[in-house]
């Protein structure tokens, strides 16, 4: 974690990509969690039978159908955001380590080989902006959710919750 808060104070002149997926991220979860509750309401108005109101089946299937289309709108406005950011990250770590390169003393480079070097910092700086890429479109919405979860969870019984929360690190160890 120290690294990840180290790459975003270094580049600290994209926080407003920073701001807007998280809040996005924040967004697609509280959705996508909104579905289920959705779903329950319809199985439960269902199951009346004969005295089920069709007119609020209807309004809670809609809200199913809005409620997906504004997490498909948000995902994927998130994820147009995040491969922005993708590329103001690679341009913004290949002008500083060009501008670092210039600044350094002749000596180094008859020490060490140009290609060595150009390399190192091409596969950083990929690598970089390929985790903040990946960061930005799925691990934070995953956090996201699976906190919201976990509190929806905890609403209804603490001790599922609990539970859930012990066994997350399993989950995450078998799909890692």
């Given at each position: 974690?120290?690294?990840?808060?180290?790459?975003l104070r270094f580049t600290k002149e994209l926080k407003v990509?920073?701001?807007?997926?998280?809040?996005?991220?924040?967004?697609?979860?509280?959705?996508?969690?909104?579905?289920?509750?959705?779903?329950?309401?319809?199985?439960?108005?269902?199951?009346?039978?004969?005295?089920?109101?069709?007119?609020?089946?209807?309004?809670?299937?809609?809200?199913?159908?809005?409620?997906?289309?504004?997490?498909?709108?948000?995902?994927?406005?998130?994820?147009?955001?995040?491969?922005?950011?993708?590329?103001?990250?690679?341009?913004?770590?290949?002008?500083?380590?060009?501008?670092?390169?210039?600044?350094?003393?002749?000596?180094?480079?008859?020490?060490?080989?140009?290609?060595?070097?150009?390399?190192?910092?091409?596969?950083?700086?990929?690598?970089?902006?390929?985790?903040?890429?990946?960061?930005?479109?799925?691990?934070?919405?995953?956090?996201?959710?699976?906190?919201?979860?976990?509190?929806?969870?905890?609403?209804?019984?603490?001790?599922?919750?609990?539970?859930?929360?012990?066994?997350?690190?399993?989950?995450?160890?078998?799909?890692?």
């Amino acid at each position: 974690m120290k690294y990840i808060l180290k790459i975003l104070r270094f580049t600290k002149e994209l926080k407003v990509y920073y701001y807007v997926i998280s809040f996005l991220s924040v967004m697609v979860a509280i959705v996508n969690l909104v579905q289920p509750l959705l779903s329950g309401w319809a199985i439960d108005e269902i199951q009346l039978g004969t005295s089920a109101d069709v007119t609020r089946l209807v309004i809670i299937v809609s809200l199913i159908f809005l409620s997906d289309l504004a997490s498909n709108l948000l995902s994927n406005l998130n994820g147009y955001i995040g491969d922005q950011m993708s590329v103001k990250v690679t341009k913004l770590l290949s002008d500083r380590y060009f501008k670092h390169l210039l600044t350094l003393p002749q000596s180094f480079f008859d020490k060490e080989l140009s290609g060595k070097i150009i390399n190192r910092l091409n596969r950083s700086i990929n690598q970089i902006s390929s985790f903040m890429q990946m960061w930005s479109n799925n691990f934070l919405q995953f956090m996201f959710t699976t906190i919201l979860a976990l509190a929806i969870v905890a609403y209804y019984s603490w001790t599922v919750a609990l539970l859930l929360f012990a066994l997350y690190p399993i989950f995450i160890f078998m799909t890692v």
